[in-house]
């Protein structure tokens, strides 16, 4: 299975309301509806000023909005359930029917090469299942964006060789839809994942206990850490490798540096985020093997996302603390980077 189709299975900002609050802040302070009288009189374009301060938000602007769109929401709600529906009938023309043309999600993928990818992963896992729990629709117009979280499972279409085991596929991920009605019908026109992590196991690693912990988001070209955890079971060994590599289409295979897990170990590897602004894909591998390490008993795969995001120019960082602090991209990767390596704990 290639990094592709792993990457396949899915489908707050206070800062920011506080800086447009104290732009509004501001304009207000110099305009006409803060204004006074001279002779201390309110004018009439301050009534606005005598509102209540606890008055709650209505509108466009409340947690209910949603209530005057209760025929759109119903709408999407259909959407989303014939979707799933086709997805799980591995129609792919049917679940293709529901994307615009020109559909693009955050990782550059266009129409085609998601009917391409999905089409793979079915042959792939041929019984692939899919559940989806949806958070939050919110309409605007003839748009529509959907918060969901999802689920995923299946099993591997041929055995492990030598080990004579199909892979069993877990998949977890949140993300975001973003629709547009189209000549009176939903179009998904595109998408995003915030997190995202999956595992497939063949053999006695079915049952391993491990866990594959990462950031889930990094700026370009800073370095961070990702770690494997196992638990080995007794008279059994294993041999782990952490890599990384950019979410692009068609995907090439990382390199990795295979390291022996003594019992109870961990393995931690310390790497750079690439400087394309690209998003990554983490791989995890474990191979479990017999005490005599001649021969492999079972296998793990663990990916997670790491989302990407660009090193901010000191120009466009909002703060000036901020700016003050890293005048210059401290970040930045600007000779080689140095190699990654492999420590085992």
Partial sequence: MTPDL???????????????????????????????????????????????VSTAPTGDFSFDDDKSHETERKEVEEFLNNLETMWNRHDIDGV??????????????????????????????????????????????LYATVDSRDQATGTTANEFQSIKSK????SLSEGRLYLKKVSGHWKIIGDRIDFEKVKVSFGLAKQLKASFTAPEQIRSGKQFTARLDVSLPPGLNAVGSIANQPLKYPQVAASDNPRVFEAGSSLERVMNANNENCNELLTARILLTSPTRDKVLGVS????????????????????????????????VKADPPKAENEQK
């Fill in 96 to 141: 293709m029917g529901n994307y615009a043309d020109d559909y693009v999600n955050n990782d550059g993928i266009d129409k085609n090469t998601v009917r391409k990818l999905t089409s793979e992963f079915w042959k792939t896992y041929p019984d692939a299942h899919s559940s989806s729990a949806t958070k939050n629709i919110r309409i605007d117009g």
């Fill in 167 to 170: 892979g069993e596929l877990q």
């Fill in 301 to 332: 795969v663990f990916t997670r996302r790491l989302n990407v995001v660009p090193e901010p120019r000191p120009e466009s960082v909002i703060g000036e603390a901020t700016v003050k602090a890293d005048p210059v991209k401290t970040d930045s």
């Fill in 6 to 52: 792993i990457s396949l299975l899915s489908r707050k900002y206070k800062a920011a309301l506080f800086l447009a609050l104290s732009c509004q802040i501001a304009v207000l302070s110099n305009g006409q509806a803060s204004a006074v009288a001279q002779d201390g009189q309110v004018g009439k374009g301050d009534k606005l000023a005598q509102a209540s």
